[in-house]
């Protein structure tokens, strides 16, 4: 009798044992809300908490596609077959004026990345708006990393011309961070309410701040900019928008007294 009661003992404390064990879930989305797109297939999850904010196919593996964390890393798998399954159930089928179709997702304004990343959240119980907040928390900190290394690289070139370091301004940086915002409607040296932005660099289409400040090292009025001999003080702004466009600027200023009273205040 001692020797059952051990036995089922050793039963009962391996089961406890491995329930408390973190491991990936292989779900059957049968199981999950009869609302999910995923009823009929299977999802496994990496990660119960952690909102999915973009879908790709692994490098190594072919066969399944990740669902992928603001600072990437897979919180989910879906094989490739079950992943085309479900857009080919789901999509909006739209004429193209040259012939052919188009496969849209099915809610307006969103990409199909966007739409499998809110599915996945939905699914595991996260709810509405959990991908645009860790993407917005996110780029909030990617921006302020991209800021301070326009304004070391910067700096780096004019240490390689002779030239003293350019002094971060704390106006400067604000009116910066404006106008790279503006740049997202308005790409012109003038500001969407008609004034003249002043003496900036501006740069899109760069992923990096390495990037931007290659291109205007390649250009001879921003090369000018960057390596000017009288201005000293700086400010840098970057602007992600929803898409993942980068908007790059850079403002230069003799006087940031004169500046803040001109600019910003007045």
């Given at each position: 009798?001692?020797?059952?009661?051990?036995?089922?003992?050793?039963?009962?404390?391996?089961?406890?044992?491995?329930?408390?064990?973190?491991?990936?879930?292989?779900?059957?989305?049968?199981?999950?809300?009869?609302?999910?797109?995923?009823?009929?297939?299977?999802?496994?999850?990496?990660?119960?908490?952690?909102?999915?904010?973009?879908?790709?196919?692994?490098?190594?593996?072919?066969?399944?596609?990740?669902?992928?964390?603001?600072?990437?890393?897979?919180?989910?798998?879906?094989?490739?077959?079950?992943?085309?399954?479900?857009?080919?159930?789901?999509?909006?089928?739209?004429n193209?004026?040259?012939?052919?179709?188009?496969?849209?997702?099915?809610?307006?304004?969103?990409?199909?990345?966007?739409?499998?990343?809110?599915?996945?959240?939905?699914?595991?119980?996260?709810?509405?708006?959990?991908?645009?907040?860790?993407?917005a928390?996110?780029?909030?900190?990617?921006?302020?990393?991209?800021?301070?290394?326009?304004?070391?690289?910067?700096?780096?070139?004019?240490?390689?011309?002779?030239?003293?370091?350019?002094?971060?301004?704390?106006?400067?940086?604000e009116?910066?961070?404006?106008?790279?915002?503006?740049?997202?409607?308005?790409?012109?040296?003038t500001?969407?309410?008609?004034?003249?932005?002043?003496?900036?660099?501006?740069?899109?289409?760069?992923?990096?701040?390495?990037?931007?400040?290659?291109?205007?090292?390649?250009?001879?009025?921003?090369?000018?900019?960057?390596?000017?001999?009288?201005?000293?003080?700086?400010?840098?702004?970057?602007?992600?928008?929803s898409?993942?466009?980068?908007?790059?600027?850079?403002?230069?200023?003799?006087?940031?007294?004169?500046?803040?009273?001109?600019?910003?205040?007045?």
């Open positions: 009798m001692l020797r059952v009661s051990k036995r089922i003992l050793a039963v009962v404390l391996s089961i406890v044992f491995c329930a408390a064990i973190s491991i990936p879930v292989y779900a059957d989305a049968q199981a999950a809300s009869s609302s999910t797109v995923f009823t009929g297939y299977k999802v496994t999850v990496l990660d119960k908490t952690t909102p999915a904010v973009n879908v790709r196919g692994r490098v190594n593996d072919r066969n399944v596609m990740c669902f992928i964390s603001a600072d990437d890393k897979e919180v989910g798998v879906i094989s490739y077959n079950d992943f085309w399954a479900i857009i080919r159930k789901h999509e909006k089928v739209i193209l004026p040259g012939g052919g179709t188009y496969g849209a997702p099915p809610v307006d304004g969103k990409r199909w990345e966007e739409w499998f990343s809110d599915e996945f959240n939905k699914y595991r119980g996260l709810g509405s708006g959990s991908r645009e907040k860790a993407v928390e996110n780029n909030a900190e990617t921006v302020e990393n991209y800021r301070q290394e326009l304004i070391r690289l910067v700096n780096a070139e004019r240490e390689k011309a002779g030239l003293h370091p350019y002094i971060v301004n704390d106006e400067c940086m009116y910066s961070q404006t106008r790279a915002k503006e740049l997202m409607s308005l790409f012109s040296h500001r969407p309410d008609g004034t003249h932005a002043g003496y900036e660099i501006i740069a899109t289409g760069q992923a990096s701040p390495e990037g931007a400040v290659d291109a205007w090292m390649k250009s001879p009025g921003h090369r000018a900019a960057i390596l000017h001999e009288t201005r000293k003080f700086v400010g840098a702004g970057v602007h992600i928008n898409n993942g466009g980068h908007f790059w600027q850079m403002y230069f200023e003799r006087d940031p007294e004169v500046y803040a009273n001109t600019l910003i205040f007045g």
